[in-house]
């Protein structure tokens, strides 16, 4: 039994209808079904398809009615976000084609000098390499153990939402900083893998305490930050304490053992007039150290 892959869904961007024509030609020439062409002649109309429709693929021409050269690269790019981008142009110079795949697009073709083998080579290799930029990306920004967002990556979260901040003037967030009590003991006593077990146990307490809007990191060994948006210092603070309540009460039980951690948090609150996500995470850092002093297992503002 031959299993029929669904067609792929090419949202072809062209003023010209005649080169339109000959791209849907040489697309239907590699056999019937193979591919779902939706055909648009404006920068304006490709980025309400890419945002309504999304395909698998973008062909794009770079002189359109509303855009052209590279500037058209540029907003392609934007608009298709990860999605593979094939320019199809007349311009036939290297010195742009090459300024082009620096722009973000993933493959260059004159038209009037391409075939069908060659433009659909064109389009499996740019799918291809589509996906494999997005698990790159899903990969540097990701900490392996607990699949959460790491340092830097959550450090980006922090800067979006300050700039959102500033942009409705008066929003205020909270950060907390989150270290585990003697956790070196954990690995003394039971082992690494024991540790890292108790790592992805303490995710899953903070993952369900959180609101859809909240940002969760690892940003160190056995340090996370969560990000509070639109919260006061109150709110803030009682979250954390019901967060540290929580992790003093539920043990990771491993073989019948339970194994039992606490966790001391500093929490600061992010201003609009902060200049950098930095600022706060230094105050979060400071009161951490705070409850770390204080005696641990314990909440500090
Ligand atoms: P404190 O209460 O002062 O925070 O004491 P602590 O023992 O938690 O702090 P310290 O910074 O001395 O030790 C942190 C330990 O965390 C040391 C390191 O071996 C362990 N650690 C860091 N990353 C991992 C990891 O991915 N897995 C495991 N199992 N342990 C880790
Ligand atoms: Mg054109
Ligand atoms: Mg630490
Ligand atoms: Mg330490
Ligand atoms: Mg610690």
Not at 81 to 104: C, K, R, S, W, Y
Not at 203 to 227: H, P, Q, Y
Not at 249 to 258: A, D, F, R
Request: proline share 4%; net charge negative; with cysteine.
């Amino acid at each position: 039994m031959t299993v029929k892959n669904p067609p792929c869904r090419v949202l072809l961007v062209e003023d010209d209808p005649g080169d339109a024509h000959l791209v849907r030609q040489t697309l239907n020439a590699a056999g019937a079904g193979r591919f779902d062409i939706t055909w648009v002649g404006s920068l304006a109309e490709a980025r309400q398809q890419l945002r309504d429709n999304p395909p698998d693929v973008l062909l794009l021409d770079l002189s359109l009615p509303d855009s052209s050269g590279l500037a058209t690269v540029l907003a392609g790019r934007e608009a298709a976000g990860a999605l593979p981008l094939i320019v199809l142009t007349g311009h036939d110079d290297n010195g742009f084609e090459h300024q082009t795949l620096e722009t973000g697009a993933h493959d260059y073709l004159v038209k009037g000098s391409f075939t069908s083998d060659g433009l659909i080579r064109a389009i499996r290799h740019a799918i291809i390499r589509a996906r494999l930029e997005a698990e790159l990306r899903a990969l540097a920004s990701t900490d392996y153990l607990t699949g959460l967002p790491n340092r830097r990556h959550f450090f980006t979260q922090m800067e979006t939402e300050l700039a959102r901040m500033q942009r409705l003037d008066g929003e205020r967030a909270a950060v907390l900083m989150l270290d585990l009590d003697h956790f070196k003991r954990v690995n003394d006593h039971f082992g690494h893998a024991t540790g890292d077990a108790l790592l992805k146990h303490f995710a899953t307490l903070m993952k369900d305490e959180l609101r859809k809007i909240d940002s969760l990191g690892r940003v160190g060994g056995e340090e996370f930050a969560i990000l509070l948006p639109a919260a006061d210092p109150e709110a803030a603070r009682s979250f954390a304490e019901r967060l540290r309540q929580k992790v003093e009460e539920t043990p990771l039980v491993l073989n019948g053992q339970p194994i039992p951690i606490t966790v001391s948090i500093g929490v600061a609150i992010m201003e609009a007039t902060d200049g950098s996500a930095d600022a706060a995470l230094i105050r979060a850092d400071k009161a951490l150290y705070r409850a770390k002093e204080g005696g641990r297992n314990r909440v500090e503002i």
